[in-house]
């Protein structure tokens, strides 16, 4: 196992060139963590300005349901998680055959309502709600979810948490009125702008997430599922998953 994470992390002084390469075509499928679906949208779009003969397909969900999906066959030609775990499941499948990289990071941070009528200042405040939005426990976000809870000493009467199937639908408790507060990714709580305000978390009691990022054994373009890796490994790349909140690998 740890020479799979040795492999992961990468050398940021050899990020990968731009593909521009004319010649790339043909359709890519990309399995991504939910919490990307922003970025990645924008990293297809940018993609395809010097790569006009590529049609780039999404399939968003949670990392957990994507590694299912996968293992069962689901044809894709590059996945992307929020997590490191996931990854690992999938090289130890065969699935993914090459070293995966990192290439973005992430935090936790606290959505709660505008005008945060709870009051919610730190993680313990969660304690006293009646309604709290998580990730399901299988997935990442969830995960990370119960560190942050763990290192806050902070625990929390199952009775009163709403379990979302990705960080999307936990977050979308909040916005809609059905929880009180969520953990979730701090990426999140910037793209969801005005229907949801970020309380921050002290280092001491966060975690940095790390997403990674490979091509399938079995994808039906390969050439192009490199290309795009590449891609988001250039500084342009880098630079737009900034844009959207993500912290360099």
């Keep these: 196992m740890a020479a799979v994470l040795v492999a992961l992390i990468p050398n940021i ?25 922003g970025a990645f949208s924008e990293l297809a779009k940018q993609f395809g300005k010097v790569n006009k003969g590529v049609k780039v ?21 590059v996945v992307a998680s929020a997590d490191l775990s996931s990854i690992e499941k999938l090289v130890a499948s065969g699935n993914v055959v090459v070293a995966p990289k990192v290439f973005a990071r992430n935090s936790m941070a606290i959505a709660v309502k505008p005008g945060n ?52 639908a936990t977050l979308s408790a909040v916005a809609n009125g059905d929880a009180d507060a969520a953990l979730v990714y701090k990426t999140d709580v910037l793209a ?35 290309a795009f890796i590449n891609f988001v490994l250039s500084q342009q790349g880098l630079q737009i ?8 690998p």
């Design 57 to 77: 397909r999404f399939n968003f969900g949670s990392s957990a349901t994507l590694v299912s999906q996968i293992q069962s066959g689901a044809p894709s030609d």
């Design 117 to 168: 009528p709870k009051s919610v200042r730190t993680i313990r405040d969660l304690a006293s709600l009646s309604f709290i939005a998580l990730c399901s426990k299988t997935v990442p976000c969830g995960v990370y979810a119960t560190s942050v809870l763990n290192r806050a000493g902070v625990v929390l009467d199952e009775s009163k948490v709403t379990r979302g199937i990705d960080v999307k």
């Design 13 to 37: 002084s050899q990020a990968a060139p731009i593909a521009r390469a004319s010649k790339i075509k043909g359709d890519l499928t990309i399995s991504a963590a939910a919490s990307l679906t």
């Design 241 to 248: 998953l900034k844009s959207f909140g993500f912290e360099r």
């Design 192 to 226: 969801a702008k005005k229907t949801v305000v970020g309380i921050d978390i002290p280092n001491a009691q966060n975690v940095k997430t790390m997403y990674g990022i490979a091509p399938l054994r079995g994808s039906k373009n390969l050439a192009t599922a490199k």
